[in-house]
């Protein structure tokens, strides 16, 4: 295996950011592509920007926040944190002790792992369900979680989020809904409710997916419970710095949806040109997702049946090598190329994604089958491809 563990995956997160700074020197900003849906956006005015001091930045920015919050996500108050991760974990702390049970519903399995880690943290029993008919809540539970939208954009179905809320509500037991992407997926492309107003007690959604704010965690709800978690939160300096809540603030400001719902066109499109360029020899290797498409780990192992694969290169290993042709090739980031330890390997094209706008179907489907077939050329071969994950 090339990627044996999250030492490496941060190693290859290191050389990733190596080949975008020299694509960024050699060739410039606009022969890069990120097609993440992770923006990092950071809108900011000469204004604001002299604003940010430790103390006197937050007394203006937290305010709007507070405001600019509760309209995207609803609830009784609101808390700006470091990363969704960090308001999954400053909640976990808050709210569950050693040996209670986190019950988790999530439409697709795997669920983030900062879920699971935040739960061993702390000594918690976890279990996880993706259907109702095994759904249940044992004694002794102190937190439910829901996650609106995986991270691979598999929708919950609106049905089960009631029922799971409506089961947690008889038991009086905690609900904090995971929407890290669902807040805008599953409100604008599924005419879903917000979290909040489906029952939630608490959500947390990141504010730079599919939105163009900083990566950051965005979490509203009861008040109650959101002055517990806050300081908690201060308590292992999770919480948002000043230049983040002003970023977030302004990437509230500007948001609209407009790019989530112009990505349903594009994807149209794309599909239709892989489709008709692959006849035959990409396959099914491609899914849709709510506004792209992606390539998962299952679909790429099954397309690379048919090759002659090295036993030591696994098909996570395949798609980092295929993220990382794409990166270094064509230019286009995708999130395994760039991504935390434990994060999804599944290879997806955003395209809501800001770089999507300079970005022609037919040239995106070109680049993915070029770097298809370099990718081809190298998976077997040990040496070069550990040198283009760790170079
Ligand atoms: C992205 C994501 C997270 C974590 O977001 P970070 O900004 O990386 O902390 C958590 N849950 C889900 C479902 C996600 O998609």
Known sequence: MLIKNSQDEVKKRESSFK??????????????????GLSGGFIASENDLNLLETYVGPAIFEEELETLGKEHLGGEKVLAVNRTSSGILATILSLVCENSYIIHYLPEFP?????????????ANYIEFDNLDDFHIPENTSLIIITGSTMDHKVIDEDIFKEVINRAKMRKIPVFVDDASGARLRTILFNQKKAIDLGADLVVTSTDKLMFGPRGGLMAGKKELINKIKSKAHQFGLEAQPPSILAMVNGLKSFNGENIKNSIEKKQELINLLNNKSSGTLGNVFE??????????ESLKNELKSHRLLDNISSKDCCFLLAMNLLKNEGIITIPAVSMPGASPTIRFDLSSHDCEKLKMETLADKIFNSFNSFLEIVNDYDKSEELLFS
Do not use: F, Q
Request: no cysteine.
């Open 19 to 36: 080949i975008i700074k020299s694509i960024l020197n050699e060739k410039g900003r606009r022969d890069l592509y990120d097609l993440t």
């Open 111 to 123: 669920a983030h792992p900062s879920i699971t880690r935040s739960a061993k943290l702390i000594g």
């Open 288 to 297: 849709e997702t709510p506004t792209g498409v992606m390539i998962s780990e």
